[in-house]
């Protein structure tokens, strides 16, 4: 993946813009569905999040309404954190399940998710640039503006959507895996 940092004017200067709209419109055109399947995946993988805390915290459809008050008005990584936190309690309580270090594992992936969700959802399309060079973010400091561009190849585009879609099915497995042990050692402690 090629990627660089240029600040407006570097970028102006060294990155030539597409000469025409039907150049922009038809690499837009082929990058187009690998950029909405990395939106609906990364959607998916929210929506499990929101789903697996209200089934940690509560399992009475009432109250998860009144939980979806709260879950409503946070945003990806607030959920993320959240059901870490709830799984590393989880954890805790019955040892010989999943380990901290597949926790912190989980955490890491649900980042590196929400990091290239966001270079998607927040690029700069319209403002390709010659060679594929999209701005993907914009960051300030006390020397000024500095804008990262991204090279979107069809090949990192298909492995981006992969990525997330895997990343689904990791949280799901984990999740599963978590309430599986908390209800086996529940039954081995019912009374005969």
């Not at 690499?27 to 789903?51: C, Q």
């Not at 901290?100 to 290239?116: F, Q």
Request: with cysteine.
């Amino acid at each position: 993946m090629t990627e660089r940092s240029f600040s407006r004017r570097q970028a102006d200067d060294e990155l030539e813009w597409i000469d025409t709209d039907e150049e922009l419109e038809a690499y837009l055109s082929t990058i187009a569905p690998y950029v909405g399947w990395v939106i609906i995946y990364f959607n998916s993988l929210e929506d499990h999040i929101a789903d697996f805390i209200r089934m940690a915290v509560l399992r009475d459809w009432i109250q998860d309404e009144r939980l979806d008050v709260f879950l409503a008005g946070m945003l990806f990584a607030g959920k993320a954190q959240a059901l870490v936190d709830l799984y590393g309690q989880l954890i805790s309580y019955r040892v010989g399940g999943k380990t901290d270090e597949e926790l912190k594992e989980l955490g890491s992936l649900l980042e590196e998710c929400a990091k290239r969700r966001n270079e998607y959802a927040h690029a700069d399309w319209i403002g390709v640039r010659k060679g594929g060079f999209v701005r993907v973010k914009s960051k300030s400091d006390r020397k000024g503006v500095s804008h990262r561009y991204r090279v979107f190849e069809l090949p990192k585009l298909k492995e981006d959507v992969a990525f997330l879609e895997q990343a689904r099915r990791t949280l799901c497995d984990f999740n599963d895996a978590i309430h599986e042990h908390l209800s086996d050692v529940h039954e081995g402690l019912a009374p005969e």
